[in-house]
């Protein structure tokens, strides 16, 4: 019994770690050269929770179809700190990072990838999630 509940509360504490990429949306248009801002949001974050970094790529998926990000992070555009904070009542804690749309990634389908370590709970336990959204360059 006592496994049991502690299984649900490491569940309740691995799904509140959860963080979402807020944009660009899911099929947006980037311009090639262009400075775009990528927001990510950290639900339920400020509590018991240590960042650690944030890493945003962009990879292509014209000519091949796109991988994972915990696989393939494409070309780096931001690494460093990430400091979620609340800025709007109706939104969770988030950091907006402007990031400049390579010129040489093709026209076409590509993929935004980050991944996002912390350390979590009150033991600091290491944390590593990754996610990505599909977008479109112009
Ligand atoms: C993206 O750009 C194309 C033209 O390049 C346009 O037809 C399309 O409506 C745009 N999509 C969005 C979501 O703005
Ligand atoms: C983050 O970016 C969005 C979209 O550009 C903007 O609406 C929002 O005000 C920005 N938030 C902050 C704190 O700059
Ligand atoms: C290629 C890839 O990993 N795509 C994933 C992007 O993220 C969504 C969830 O938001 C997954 O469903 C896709 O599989």
Excluded: W
């Amino acid at each position: 019994m006592k496994s049991i509940v502690s299984l649900v509360a490491f569940a309740g504490v691995s799904l509140a770690q959860n963080s979402i990429i807020g944009l660009p949306t899911a099929g947006q248009n980037l311009s090639k050269g262009s400075n775009v801002v990528i927001q990510i949001k950290r639900p339920n974050s400020l509590t018991g929770s240590t960042e650690i970094v944030v890493v945003i790529g962009i990879s292509s998926c014209v000519s091949t179809a796109c991988r994972p990000a915990g696989e393939v992070m494409g070309t780096i555009l931001y690494r460093g700190d990430f400091d979620p904070q609340y800025y709007e009542a109706s939104q969770p804690p988030y950091q907006n990072f402007t990031i400049t749309v390579p010129n040489l990634i093709p026209a076409g389908n590509a993929q935004i990838n980050i991944a996002h370590a912390a350390l979590v709970g009150a033991g600091a336990s290491p944390y590593l999630e990754t996610l990505n959204r599909t977008v479109v360059v112009i």
